[in-house]
Nanobody, 122 residues
Framework: QVQLVESGGGLVQAGGSLRLSCAAS????????MRWYRQAPGKQRELVAG???????VYADSAKGRFTISRDNAKNTVFLQMNNLKSEDTAVYYC????????????????WGQGTQVTVSS
């Protein structure tokens, strides 16, 4: 079955950096669309960044210029490098399988990891 396991969250001072990882299994990772979302307390979950199977990235305005999404298809892992972190980046960050397929070609969409907490102190 689909598994998405995030890691790399933690407590960091404003201006610092963190690198989140999402280890994926249970689907054809190299052919998938992967995304990072975040949810701050009292707020709706929001898209942070996405990456296509070909590696093309998209970013929310809040992430442009500071965050970089990338993928390693050999390791079935998607990353989110976050630089110049701000207090408003404090949230639980979730890895999302936007679209993929099983090895038999069955489509899969909208699977979530358990999330990893990022806390930025000012």
């Amino acid at each position: 079955q689909v598994q998405l396991v995030e890691s790399g969250g933690g407590l960091v001072q404003a201006g610092g950096s963190l690198r989140l990882s999402c280890a994926a299994s249970g689907f054809m990772f190299s052919q998938s669309i992967m995304r990072w979302y975040r949810q701050a307390p009292g707020k709706q979950r929001e898209l942070v960044a996405g990456i296509t199977s070909g590696g093309g990235p998209v970013y929310a305005d809040s992430a442009k210029g500071r965050f970089t999404i990338s993928r390693d298809n050999a390791k079935n892992t998607v990353f989110l490098q976050m630089n110049n972190l701000k207090s408003e980046d404090t949230a639980v960050y979730y890895c999302n399988l936007g679209y993929g397929t099983t090895s038999y070609g069955r489509p899969l969409t909208d699977f979530w990891g358990q999330g990893t907490q990022v806390t930025v102190s000012s």
